[in-house]
C-alpha cells in the first residue's frame, strides 16, 4: 500500500520557522500533484500548499508570502518551509498525494494521506 511519512514538525515560538518534508513509499505512480493540509482541534482539514507533478504551486492566501512549497520529482520526496509562523497556525500538517488510476469510482484521482505532524506556535 501507498504510505506517505511527514517529518520536520515540533514547537516554535511565534516569528520562528519550520521546515516539513514527506516521504512516499510503496508503488508510487501516475503521480499528478501533492499537497499540505493542517487541521487543529476541533477545525476542518484545509488546504495550505500544493505543488503539480510539473512544478506548478498553489498557496492558501493566509500562507503566501511565508511558506514555500516544493518538490523532489525523482524521489517523490515533498518539502514545506514555514516562515514567520503564528500562534493560529497551531495544527496537525498533513501530507497529501493525488494519484491517477482506475479504482472503485472508476479512473480518476485518487487521494492519500500521511498520518500526519504536529506543529506547535507559541505566543
Known amino acids: 500500500q501507498v504510505k506517505l511519512e511527514e517529518s520536520g514538525g515540533g514547537s516554535v515560538q511565534a516569528g520562528g520557522s519550520l521546515a516539513l518534508s514527506c516521504t512516499p513509499s510503496?508503488?508510487?505512480?501516475?503521480?499528478?500533484?501533492m499537497g499540505w493540509y493542517r487541521q487543529a482541534p476541533g477545525k476542518q482539514r484545509d488546504l495550505v500548499a500544493e505543488?503539480?507533478?510539473?512544478?506548478?504551486?498553489t498557496y492558501s492566501d493566509s500562507v503566501k508570502g511565508r511558506f514555500t512549497i516544493s518538490r523532489d520529482n525523482l524521489k517523490n520526496t515533498m518539502y514545506l518551509q514555514m516562515n514567520s509562523l503564528k500562534p493560529e497556525e497551531t495544527a496537525v500538517y498533513y501530507c497529501?498525494?493525488?494519484?491517477?488510476?482506475?479504482?472503485?469510482?472508476?479512473?480518476?484521482?485518487?487521494?492519500?494521506w500521511g498520518q500526519g505532524t504536529q506543529v506547535t506556535v507559541s505566543s
Open positions: 497529501n498525494a493525488k494519484l491517477m488510476r482506475s479504482g472503485e469510482l472508476g479512473y480518476g484521482t485518487y487521494d492519500y
Open positions: 510503496g508503488s508510487i505512480f501516475s503521480l499528478n500533484s
Open positions: 505543488i503539480t507533478n510539473s512544478g506548478q504551486t
